[in-house]
């Protein structure tokens, strides 16, 4: 079964980096997404970024673009969110999710919530101005 679990969220200043972790457990050659998405409270969750795992593709939401970097970690699996240049906007808790989705081999694994079916419990990002 899958488990993933989220963690190195913190508080940090606007301008600040972070790095969040996702350690996965029980993923199987039909978990070929991987993504982090937020969660800000009255809002929906967004898909932050993606990545497909056998391969260098990684898909990023507009407004983290230049800022965030998601890569993994094979031989830990893990997969890593890291963010710098944050701002108070950012503010969110956010989550690790896989996916059974299998993209074509020339697009980028989704940022659509509705294409992920495990979830971690989350690791809470918060940006003071």
């Known amino acids: 079964q899958v488990q993933l679990v989220e963690s190195g969220g913190g508080s940090v200043q606007d301008g600040g980096s972070l790095r969040v972790h996702c350690s996965a457990s029980g993923v199987t050659y039909n978990v070929v997404c991987m993504g982090w998405f937020r969660q800000a409270p009255g809002k929906e969750r967004e898909g932050v970024a993606s990545?497909?795992?056998?391969?260098?593709?990684?898909n990023y939401t507009d407004s983290v673009k230049g800022r965030f970097t998601i890569f993994q970690d094979n031989a830990k699996n893990t997969v890593y969110l890291k963010m710098s240049s944050l701002k108070p906007e950012d503010t969110a808790m956010y989550y690790c999710?896989?996916?059974?989705?299998?993209?074509?081999?020339?697009?980028?694994?989704?940022?659509?919530?509705?294409?992920?079916?495990?979830w971690g419990q989350g690791t809470q990002v918060t940006v003071s101005s």
């Open positions: 999710a896989a996916g059974l989705q299998r993209p074509l081999y020339d697009r980028p694994c989704s940022l659509s919530p509705n294409e992920y079916g495990y």
């Open positions: 990545l497909f795992r056998l391969g260098d593709r990684v």
